[in-house]
């Protein structure tokens, strides 16, 4: 079960990449969703995995919302 809702969140990370949508409140609206069911070890999988199959030009800041230090990475990996 959790790996079809992490590879659900995957694909919507890699398409709010790609279009460049991606912000704060729309990577804690997918983890929160994800993470009532999965665990933050899942969700880490889900964003690297998203970050890796994902074309990005090098200097984009949208890669931010997902860094280790933003907000949301930050509360989930004080989860563990």
């Known amino acids: 079960m959790d790996r079809e809702d992490r590879q659900e969140v995957t694909q919507q990370l890699k398409t709010h990449l790609r279009a460049g949508t991606l912000n704060h409140e729309i990577v804690a609206s997918l983890a929160e969703k994800y993470l009532r069911t999965g665990t933050p070890t899942g969700w880490n999988s889900a964003v690297n995995t998203a970050l890796a199959q994902t074309a ?25």
Do not use: E, F
């Open 56 to 80: 990005l030009p090098i200097n984009t800041t949208i890669r931010n919302y997902l860094a280790p230090n933003s907000p949301t990475i930050t509360l989930i990996d004080n989860m563990h």
